[in-house]
Nanobody, 123 residues
Framework: QVQLVESGGGSVQAGGSLRLSCAAS????????MAWFRQAPGKEREGVAT???????TYADSVKGRFTISQDNSKNTLYLQMNSLKPEDTAMYYC?????????????????WGQGTQVTVSS
């Protein structure tokens, strides 16, 4: 079982920055991969960034060079630093986790989800 609680969302103007956090409680002795997803109204949930058990990262093309995923050494907190935000980044952002070595940008590969935090970017 993994419990995930996101925070840090809010409203910002285009070009601004936000940092999302996800507090995670997970079994410390199992491989764990985590990711950020987002879902805008009327759209499917899409993968934004992942970090695997060995701290390897992947990003969606739409956020490369602007967003950075990271976690603290204990893997208790996952972060998403979002810079140069655009109106099209507006969405509900979700933290997700899976007991696996390899991370994926597919929502189907994750068993555990947070409740989401809203990010709104105005032009």
């Amino acid at each position: 079982q993994v419990q995930l609680v996101e925070s840090g969302g809010g409203s910002v103007q285009a070009g601004g920055s936000l940092r999302l956090s996800c507090a995670a409680s997970a079994y410390a002795y199992a491989p764990l991969s985590m990711a950020w997803f987002r879902q805008a109204p009327g759209k499917e949930r899409e993968g934004v960034a992942t970090i695997d058990n060995d701290a390897g990262t992947t990003y969606a093309d739409s956020v490369k060079g602007r967003f950075t995923i990271s976690q603290d050494n204990s893997k208790n907190t996952l972060y998403l630093q979002m810079n140069s935000l655009k109106p099209e980044d507006t969405a509900m952002y979700y933290c997700a986790a899976a007991y696996t070595y390899w991370a994926s940008l597919s929502p189907a590969d994750y068993n555990y989800w947070g409740q989401g935090t809203q990010v709104t970017v105005s032009s």
